[in-house]
């Protein structure tokens, strides 16, 4: 069976279909973490705008929240 591992990541891929295996690889490539345990995360957050997007929907009809905070 065809097999790939990950030289940044250490992450071992495995398919019987050699196209799927590439295909794979690509889309790892593209989201490997690059060191295993990192963190993951493809938004740039401002923490500073942590605030919901649309206030004037924040709250339902009766006033309460709508979104967990």
């Known amino acids: 069976m065809p097999e790939f591992?990950?030289?940044d990541c250490g992450k071992r891929?495995?398919?019987e279909n050699e196209v799927t295996l590439k295909i794979e690889e690509t889309i790892h490539?593209?989201?490997c973490?690059?060191?295993v345990g990192e963190t993951q995360s493809f938004m740039h957050r401002d923490l500073g705008h942590m605030s919901t997007f649309d206030?004037?929907?924040e709250n339902d009809g009766t006033g309460n929240p709508i979104l967990k905070k």
């Open 55 to 57: 206030p004037e929907r």
């Open 29 to 31: 490539g593209k989201f």
């Open 33 to 35: 973490r690059k060191k």
């Open 5 to 7: 591992t990950c030289p």
């Open 13 to 15: 891929l495995f398919h």
